[in-house]
C-alpha cells in the first residue's frame, strides 16, 4: 500500500530566510505524480506545485521547489525567501499515474505546520 | 470565475439530525471528491464522483452518502448526525491533469 510520510509535524522560519519541508513515500509505482498542497488557517487548500515521476527536472514555482529523489522516494519542498503567508499547513501527496478505483485518488501526508517569524 | 464553492463554512448541529453538505464547481470538472479531515491530521477520501451517475467510497470508511446528478453539484448528506461526525470535510474537483482543486471546506460540529 502506498504510504505518505511527513516527519515534521511543526517548522518555524524567519521572514526571507529559506526552508525546507520534508516528505518521503512508499510505493511500488513507477509511474506517479507528487504534490505539495498549502492550507492557510480557515482558508482554502491550493495546489503549490506538482511533479511528475518520468520527470527528472525538479518542478520549481517561483519561490516554491522541490528536490525530488525517485530512488530515494523523497520529495521536499524549499521555500525560499519565505514571507509572513506562507505560514500554513503544507501537506505532501502521492497519486498513482493510471486512474482506476481508489488508486487513483490522492494519498496525502499528515501535514507540517509552518510558521513564519517576522 | 471558475471556482469551487463550499456551504455552510460552519455548521452547528445536534445529535440525529440529517445535514447535506453543499459542493459545486463552475469548471466543468468530471471528478469530484469528498474529503474529511481532523485537525492536525491528514486529509481522508470518503467519496469520489467520476462522472454524472457515479458514486464510489472512498478509502476511509464513513456514514455519509453523495450524490452526482448534475456535473457541477456533489452533496454530502448524513441522514442522522453523531458526535463522532464533528470533523472538517473538504470538497475537490479535478480535471484530466490531475491538479486538484479545493473548496474552503465546511466545519461540523455535532453536539
Known amino acids: 500500500a502506498q504510504t505518505v510520510t511527513q516527519s515534521q509535524p511543526e517548522m518555524s522560519v524567519q521572514e526571507a530566510e529559506t526552508v525546507t519541508l520534508s516528505c518521503t513515500y512508499d510505493?511500488?509505482?513507477?509511474?506517479?505524480?507528487l504534490f505539495w498542497y498549502k492550507q492557510p488557517p480557515s482558508r482554502q487548500m491550493i495546489l503549490v506545485i506538482r511533479q511528475e515521476a518520468y520527470k527528472q527536472q525538479n518542478a520549481t514555482e517561483n519561490r516554491f521547489s522541490v528536490n525530488f529523489q525517485k530512488a530515494a522516494k523523497s520529495f521536499s519542498l524549499k521555500i525560499s525567501d519565505s514571507q509572513l503567508g506562507d505560514a500554513a499547513m503544507y501537506f505532501c501527496a502521492y497519486r498513482v499515474f493510471n486512474y482506476g478505483g481508489s488508486q487513483g485518488n490522492l494519498i496525502f501526508g499528515k501535514g507540517t505546520k509552518l510558521s513564519v517569524k517576522p | 470565475e471558475a471556482d469551487i464553492y463550499q456551504t455552510p463554512r460552519y455548521l452547528v448541529i445536534g445529535t440525529g439530525k440529517k445535514i447535506t453538505l453543499e459542493c459545486s464547481q463552475t469548471m466543468g470538472h468530471d471528478k469530484m471528491y469528498w474529503y474529511q479531515q481532523d485537525p492536525g491530521m491528514e486529509l481522508h477520501l470518503i467519496h469520489y464522483s467520476y462522472g454524472v451517475n457515479s458514486t464510489e467510497k472512498g478509502d476511509l470508511s464513513s456514514e455519509s452518502t453523495v450524490s452526482r446528478i448534475r456535473t457541477e453539484h456533489f452533496p454530502l448528506t448524513l441522514e442522522s448526525a453523531r458526535p463522532s461526525h464533528t470533523s472538517q470535510y473538504l470538497c475537490a474537483s479535478s480535471a484530466r491533469n490531475e491538479k486538484l482543486f479545493f473548496g474552503s471546506g465546511t466545519q461540523l460540529s455535532v453536539l
Open positions: 510505493t511500488s509505482e513507477s509511474d506517479y505524480y
